[in-house]
């Protein structure tokens, strides 16, 4: 069975940094895009960043020049770098890739793992 596993979530102070790591368990035939959501209480999820297997990356405005998505193949690992974190970073951030999973591309998603920036 395929699944994301999150790790590197947290309590940190504003300006300082967090990195969070997605890494694929079990056995697929290729990753094609991976990336990370954040849902934050009472708003909808939303696309912090993406990388495609060619690692062309995508990041929303809030977060540009501040996050850097990362992917290692080798290790089936996809890293969100996040620096100069603020109040408004904080929420579940989720991970989630498009996998060759028995021949077919199918998408998954992760646990989550809980972002805490305190002011």
């Known amino acids: 069975q395929v699944q994301l596993v999150e790790s590197g979530g947290g309590l940190v102070q504003a300006g300082g940094s967090l990195r969070l790591s997605c890494a694929v368990s079990?056995?697929?035939?290729?990753?094609?895009?991976m990336g990370w959501y954040r849902q934050a209480p009472g708003k909808q999820r939303e696309l912090v960043a993406k990388i495609t297997s060619g690692g062309s990356t995508n990041y929303a405005d809030s977060v540009k020049g501040r996050f850097t998505i990362s992917r290692d193949d080798a290790k089936n690992t996809v890293y969100l770098q996040m620096n100069s974190l603020k109040p408004e970073d904080t929420a579940v951030y989720y991970c989630?890739?498009?996998?060759?999973?028995?021949?077919?591309?199918?998408?998954?998603w992760g646990q989550g793992t809980q972002v805490t920036v305190s002011s």
């Open positions: 079990g056995s697929v035939s290729s990753i094609d895009t």
């Open positions: 989630n890739g498009i996998l060759n999973y028995n021949q077919v591309f199918r998408n998954f």
